[in-house]
């Protein structure tokens, strides 16, 4: 059986991502740093309503610590036995001008958004190879974002994290080759928690950027990471997911 690490699955883009693994087949470690509620109840309609024989666990940990992301990989790895996909989806967003941010909160972010991609990453790699060595095609995808290729106002240590993510993930790509793959995937707006503090305003300025008029939904991202997931010749790749904004 294959299994999946899906950091920050408890809420949104992550818990979209979890559900199409545990439905495609794969075992879930259902992450999260404080929504236990949540994280239980995506666990309950994995192992009760998903048509497969997935199995899945919820880890509280927050992945910005090294400890927390090294208890779980091996609590991955004591439920299923294996790792064979990571997902490194937990992010947090903090919207404030440079003058009024302080270097503690520009740390915060960069603590979940980079250190805890790489944390997760390093940590399950012995089991990453481990699955190649069987024969696997194990795959490492990283959450990225739009900002990382346009900047954002009032956010730039959540538009440099970002950018951050696209160079781990195309440094680990050379790293790890040719046993592991590892992408990005970088949505556009998606409708979940992060986004819904937007006025009708902001949204409308958006959604006028968007050519399929429509925001995204935690599944178009889900389908992409997918198609990473299955992808077999694609490595170090960026897969924008955005309804065809455009990306400069
Ligand atoms: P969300 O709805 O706010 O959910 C965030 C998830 O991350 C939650 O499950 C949260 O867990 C978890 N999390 C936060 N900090 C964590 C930590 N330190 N350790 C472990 N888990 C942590 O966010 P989202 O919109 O789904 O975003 C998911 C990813 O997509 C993020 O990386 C975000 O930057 C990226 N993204 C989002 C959009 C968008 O428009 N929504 C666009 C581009 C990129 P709790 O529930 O326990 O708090």
């Given at each position: 059986m294959a299994s999946v690490i899906v950091t920050g699955s408890s809420r949104g883009i992550g818990r979209g991502v979890a559900l199409r693994f545990a439905r495609d087949g794969y075992d879930v470690a259902v992450n999260y740093v404080q929504s236990a509620d949540a994280a239980g109840a995506l666990v309950d309609t994995i192992e009760t309503?998903?048509?497969?024989d997935a199995e899945a666990i919820a880890v509280q940990a927050d992945v910005g610590d090294p400890e927390d992301a090294e208890r779980l990989v091996d609590e991955t790895i004591d439920a299923?036995?294996?790792?064979?996909h990571v997902v490194n989806n937990a992010g947090i967003d903090q919207h404030v001008y440079t003058e009024d941010l302080s270097p503690k909160d520009f740390d915060r972010v960069m603590d979940t958004n980079v250190n805890g991609a790489f944390n997760v990453t390093k940590f399950a790699l012995p089991y990453l190879r481990e699955a190649a060595e069987s024969g696997a095609d194990p795959s490492v995808t990283n959450v990225s974002s739009i900002l990382a290729h346009t900047g954002a106002p009032i956010e730039c240590h959540y538009a440099a994290s970002k950018a951050g993510i696209l160079g781990l993930t195309k440094s680990h790509a050379k790293d790890f080759a040719p046993e592991i793959r590892v992408n990005a995937v970088a949505p556009g707006h998606v409708e979940t928690d992060m986004t819904a503090d937007r006025s009708e305003e902001e949204r409308a300025e958006e959604m006028a950027g968007i050519p399929l008029e429509r925001f995204g939904q935690p599944e178009d991202i889900a389908q992409a990471v997918a198609y990473l997931r299955d992808a077999t010749w694609v490595t170090g790749e960026t897969l924008n997911v955005n309804g065809g904004e455009l990306v400069r």
């Open positions: 309503d998903v048509e497969t299923f036995g294996d790792v064979t």
